[in-house]
């Protein structure tokens, strides 16, 4: 008899993998909480550098079904899901997305599905990546300031360049401004390359 194993992500611990849950519950799958792998990581990881997910990989074993709601709890870069969904099906483990209507993945219609989903995934990433440079590089020609503001005014930076030409250290401005060491360092660099 296969078990039934989940694996909820959240990439911030401000998140709760509760309606994930209810989501593969309310889908018929019944949890054994034995059997629930739950991770707060960024999607960005690879799946098999997560500590939760590499635990969960020991723990499967041939005819076993690994649910999730979505394939991006899986992973947001298409070859990380990919070889995962691959590694998984060389192991004889099933994959039900239930966003794709339960399809297991390791399957022929799954594996096309889940190409076709992770093609348009990276479209759609690249759009927004060039949507993002192109507003970049308008606010530039527009002579708008990117960035953070800076942390000290431009009175309190001069002050910092005469306290270190006195001799003043790095930690002892950082105490006397409440800003961090790296933001008067900074200012030093600033100052030296100009």
């Not at 992500?9 to 993998?17: F, L």
């Not at 849950?21 to 991770?39: M, W, Y």
Request: glycine share 6%.
């Amino acid at each position: 008899m296969s078990r039934i194993f989940i694996y909820a992500r959240v990439s911030t611990a401000d998140q709760t993998t509760d309606n994930q849950l209810l989501e593969i519950e309310s889908a018929g799958f019944a949890i054994n909480d034995r059997r629930v792998v739950t991770e707060c990581i960024s999607g960005s990881v690879a799946a098999n550098e997560r500590p939760q997910f590499a635990k969960l990989l020991d723990r499967l074993e041939p005819g076993d079904v690994l649910v999730v709601t979505k394939l991006d709890r899986l992973g947001r870069n298409a070859m990380d899901v990919r070889s995962t969904i691959e590694r998984l099906a060389a192991d004889e483990i099933r994959v039900h997305c239930l966003a794709l209507g339960g399809m297991d993945l390791t399957s022929a219609a799954g594996k096309m599905t889940m190409g076709v989903l992770i093609v348009m995934a990276e479209f759609e990433r690249d759009l927004l990546i060039e949507r993002t440079q192109s507003g970049l590089a308008r606010a530039r020609e527009e002579g708008k300031r990117l960035g953070r503001p800076p942390t000290l005014t431009k009175e309190h930076q001069a002050e910092v360049l005469h306290r270190l030409s006195a001799g003043e250290s790095v930690s002892q401005l950082a105490r006397d401004y409440q800003t961090t060491r790296q933001s008067i360092m900074r200012i030093r660099e600033r100052a030296s390359t100009t």
